[in-house]
């Protein structure tokens, strides 16, 4: 039989082996712990370069696009911009016109995005189709059976000018310079499709919004800047009345004489 002590120091001994296995178990969930800590920290590092190779860090897909649309858009409307030079009225034109025109833009597509079809566009239409034979003689058709029916002679078909002329009518805005509308109508040929294009792919009302706000603040922001970069490139006008006094008085400078402008008496 075991002694009491021995009885006791087997207990001891128990006791002691428990605490170890305990201290190993912790130091074993310690370590995995930290490395799924390492894990987590690794893969969120991973997820947020790929956020920044595909759309700029936290950026919106909205503001992605945008991004990408204003690097096609902004160098054909600084070419247009700057090249009208006779007046700031011209500019302020072309501005007010190309802003009009994409608000336009933007508001037509938002009515057809919040628009519902009164029935499932693929939905086929029902109706009856008739074939019917008609026999053509070779004989020439009597002119007396002909019916007058107050038909109009058909108008003269419009040439491309005249279109273009009524395209531009209805392009400018009252009481704008029509330089300017001619100018920004060209501009907005160029960089519609890519507005429209990319505002329809939008189908996230958040993406939309930012899309568009964007858009129209960008444009503004960079209007300031053209006309900015505009006033450091443009040299004074040009006067010869004013070059050919600024000379002669110069020249009475020279010899000492006064102008009549600077005589006392």
């Given at each position: 039989m075991i002694d009491r002590q021995q009885f006791v120091e087997e207990l001891k001994l128990r006791e002691q082996i428990r605490r170890a296995i305990k201290i190993i178990r912790e130091k074993k969930d310690r370590h995995q712990k930290a490395i799924l800590a390492e894990e987590t920290k690794l893969r969120?590092?991973?997820r947020?370069?790929?956020?920044?190779?595909?759309?700029?860090g936290d950026e919106s897909t909205g503001i992605s696009y945008l991004r990408r649309?204003?690097?096609k858009i902004i160098p054909e409307l600084e070419a247009g911009y700057k090249a009208l030079r006779t007046s700031d009225t011209q500019r302020k034109s072309y501005r007010a016109h190309v802003l009009n025109a994409v608000q336009s833009l933007i508001t037509v597509s938002d009515t057809n995005f919040n628009a519902t079809p009164d029935k499932d566009p693929g939905e086929e239409a029902v109706g009856i189709e008739e074939a019917i034979d008609v026999n053509i003689g070779d004989d020439?058709?009597?002119?007396?059976?002909?019916?007058?029916?107050?038909?109009e002679a058909p108008e003269k078909e419009e040439t491309e000018d005249d279109k273009e002329s009524k395209e531009l009518e209805d392009f400018v805005i009252k009481g704008e310079d029509k330089t300017g509308a001619a100018a920004a109508m060209a501009s907005m040929k160029q960089i519609e499709n890519v507005i429209k294009k990319t505002y329809n792919s939008l189908y996230d009302p958040n993406d939309r919004d930012l899309y568009s706000d964007y858009l129209i603040t960008n444009l503004q922001l960079y209007f300031d800047e053209f006309e900015k970069e505009l006033q450091a490139m443009i040299p004074e006008p040009e006067n010869p009345d004013y070059e050919e006094r600024k000379a002669a008085d110069a020249g009475l400078a020279d010899t000492g004489i006064q102008s009549e402008d600077n005589d006392p008496l």
């Open positions: 969120n590092l991973i947020t370069l790929l956020n920044e190779v595909e759309g700029e649309d204003l690097k020439a058709p009597d002119p007396a059976k002909l019916l007058d029916i107050g038909r």
